[in-house]
Structures are given as structure tokens and as C-alpha cells.
């Protein structure tokens, strides 16, 4: 099988040390010269992605940014052949799914849209690991749920880069959810970080929640930019309905009324016990 | 050394149970009967802590509400003697140590402030153990830090108990912290864990940070609800904060300003970097 991975930093690394692991003939590119050069000596590619190399690969993921990504597509498509599968990597869908889907119509390959579950706030090559998936859920957005064989097959290779669960969603779906599950934590444990008390507190007085609330919030601002501004419609949903839970518990609690602030409370913590039960979803059924 | 117990619930559970584990003498109390009757029976307490065995312990720690301590100390303070050191293990400092100082003062035994940095969202004494200090914090506050003999003491018990590190704070100080690094966390989760997205998430499409920003949601209403009243001006401060940095990022989304998000994510993301340097804080010091 033959592999071919765009933008070799940590997700990029990861898929292409794994398959090198498993003995797969794997083709790597990336913008930066000094990075694909080093990867080239370090052995985790067998080759550079050049043109003629693209329209031999059985797989191509592409694990840079969305708009990149879709760079790749417009000048790339052409290159690609009726075997090629075309993941990409994105935290978003829509947008790079249509793009997808389109190219692959005219140019006769198949694109799948894909996110894999796995990270780490240290990116880069360096910090890529042949295990990095290892238990790690994958979701994939098909154009059409119909092609079982490719389902299977692809599920198949996914496994073999360490993903222990495949979730099948729309491209919809996937960005009102990860808007919530993902960006939203990410963006307030960003803003969270910047209370002055911050720099005074001692790392003792505080819980496992101070260590949770502020875990994330180093990010990649550029990703993770143009992350929030492609899914901008459900961001925005999900912070407006955070910013008025706070307002109500503020008002309560400037108020000094107990009743309403324990029911707000005891609210939360239902809905806690709501989601352990219910929340695993209905997403991919 | 004999050690009384008042309030067996988690707190006060494990106190007990990693003194007799010692092999000190242990007596205990709580206002329902029920729990009483099977600590006893269970043999985590010697016996119960009746007004005349008060006056013989060494150590009093007080494992019940702030508004519950300040009752206790209010009606018991004339039953302690000279030698009793009374420590409150309240979430919360400044109104519990103006009380223990007041009835200290006027009554002639010692109180000392304090907060175990220990817990578990399963509360009660079943779920008590010798084991639950292990390692932890505990914040102190002495109303001079002059009496060297003492604080040793203290902190040679506390240690006895499991505690790795004793932290000396002012009552003003701990209330300030704890607000941003344990009220806070709690208060935000409980509310971020009400979006509707949370019902049809499935858990799959989430890392680690769904997880982290909804670990504490789950909370007891009737304790947080004091918890909060009684440090409002400090948590009101730090929602004020949060909810108007929130703002900004809303405003930069829904404008489609990528270089005021981009600005608003790096300047998160350099405090956080700042805070894991410099933010073991000046506490104590």
C-alpha cells in the first residue's frame, strides 16, 4: 500500500511513522523545506509527494489547515486517480467537505472528510508518535453512505493506524457538536487564563478543576482562528448560551438569593446526570 | 492524643478513620443520628464527642458547613479548655476565622483556620477514607504567625494525616484564590454543561477537554450555595471577568475579525505560559 501524507507536523508525523511501522511505502510533503528535508533524512518517509508521485498513492491525507487544504485540492485534483483516497484531517467539515466532494465528482477520486480525535497542545513533527492514535476515535463524513466496501476498507486502515472507534457523521453535525465538545472549552479555558489572579494564585490552593480549567489554553492561535471563524454560526450559538448561564448565576449571586443560585445549581448538576446517562448520542446512528 | 470529629461526612469520615488508624483516640459527631450510630457501631470513632469529652481533646476539627462551625462554635466554646486546637475545614475563610478568633480569644483555646485541598463529588462518609489526604494541600490561617511551637505541631499532625504540604495564607487571600481556582471552575461547569448540544453529543467526538470542562458540573447545591454566598465579592469579580473576556472573543467571531481573535487567542495563550512560570504565587512567602 502505498501513502501519501501532506504537512508532516504532529498528525502528519504520526500517520506517516505509523504506516512506516507497519511496512507501508509512505510519500510525505511539507511547505517548510527544512522540516520535510529532516524527515527525509530521519527515515519516516520513504520519499517526497511529488506530482507524479500523488497519482500512484492509494491514500493521501492531508493534515494541514482547512484553507490549505483546500489549496491542495484545487491545484492537486488533477493529479489523482480513480483509486486514490483522499482523507483530510481538519477540525472542521463543512467547508473542506464541499470543496472535497466537488473536486472528487470532477476528477474522479474519492475524498472523505475526516477528524481525528488525537492531539496535543505540543505540535510539531517532533512531537509526532507512531502510537498517537493508539485508542483514539476517528470521524469520517462519507458523501454518500453507500459504498460499503470503502467503508470497511478505510475503517480497516484507520484501525491500523491505532483508532479504536470510527463515528460516521455529517459535516453538520460534526461542527455543531465539536463547536461545543472541542472549540468551546478551548476558547474559555483561553479566556479564563487571563484573570490577574492568575499570577498570584498559588498552584496549591486550588483543586484538580483549576488544573482542568486551564489545561487548553495554550493553543496554536492561528489554527485555532481559523478553526473558530469556519464554524463561526454554532460558536457563536454555544457562547451566547454559556454567557447567559453566567449572567444568570452573577445575578443571582449579586442578588445574595440563595433559592434562585441552588436551583440554578441544581440545575447543572441534573443535566450532569442527564448527559453520563443519555449523552453518548445519537450521532453516526 | 485525643481528636474530635465533628461532622462525618467525607471530611470528617477520613479524619477519623486516619487517626484511629494510628491508633489515637477518636470521638466523633453528627447531627443525624443515623450516621452516628453506624460510625460507631463501624468503629471509626472510640465513642461520640458528648459536651463533656470536649474539653479533653487536643484537636478539634470541625467538618461541617461554614454557617454550621460558627453555630458549633457558639455553643461549645465554653466546654473547650486551654490545650484544644480547633481547626474548621470550610471552603471558605474569612467569616468561620472572625468567629474562632472572636470565641478563641474570649474563651482561652486556640483556632486555626483551615481548607483541606482534598474531595470527591461522591460525598458522605461512605465514601470517607484514611487514604484521602494523601499527598494533598492544606491551607492554614493563625490569627499571628508568631507561636512557632504551635504551628509545628500543627503541622506535624496534619502531616500524620496524609497532607504533603502545608500552605500559611491570610483569611483574605484564601478567599480571593479559592474563588478563580476552585469556585469558579465549578460554577462554569455547572453552567457550559446546560447547552442542549450536550444531550446529542456523543462523547466520542470530544477530547479531553469536553471531559475536563465537565468533571466538577456534578456538585452539592445546598454546600456550593453557602460556599458562593459567602464569598460573593470575589466570585463576582472574577465572573465579571470571564463573562466580559467571553464578550470580546463573541464580538471578534461575529465580526469576522480573524486579527482581533487571533490577538485575544495569543494573549491567552502567552498567560498561560507566564502562569505555569511565575504563578506558584507569593502565598505564604
Redesign the interface.
Known sequence: MKVGVVGLGLIGGSIAKRFRELGKEVFGFDSDRTILDFVKLSGDIDDELTDDKIGKCDYIFLAISPDESIDWLRENSKNLNSKTVVIDCCGTKRKICKEGFEKAAQYGFTFIGG?P???NHKGGFKNSSGDLFKGA?M?LVFKERKDFKLMVEVKTTLEELGFL?I?V?SAEE?D???????Q????????????K??????????????R????????D??M??EL??EN?DN??Y??????E??????SA??A?D?TN??D??????N?????EK???????K
Request: aromatic residues 10%; without cysteine; hydrophobic residues 40%.
Open positions: 477528524h480525535m488525537a492531539g476515535s470521524v472507534k463515528i457523521s460534526h455543531e457538536i465539536i463547536a461545543y465538545t472541542s468551546m472549552p478551548h476558547l474559555v479555558s483561553n479566556a479564563f487564563v487571563k484573570s489572579t492568575a499570577l498570584i494564585s498559588d498552584r496549591l490552593i486550588s483543586g484538580g478543576s483549576f482542568d480549567f486551564t489545561r487548553v489554553a495554550y493553543l492561535e492561528d485555532w482562528t473558530f471563524m463561526k460558536l457563536k454555544e457562547l451566547d448560551i454559556l454567557i448561564e453566567l449572567n444568570r448565576y452573577r449571586i449579586e445574595g440563595e443560585l441552588r440554578l445549581l441544581a440545575e447543572g448538576k443535566r450532569k446526570v442527564e448527559v443519555y449523552g453518548t448520542g445519537t450521532l453516526g
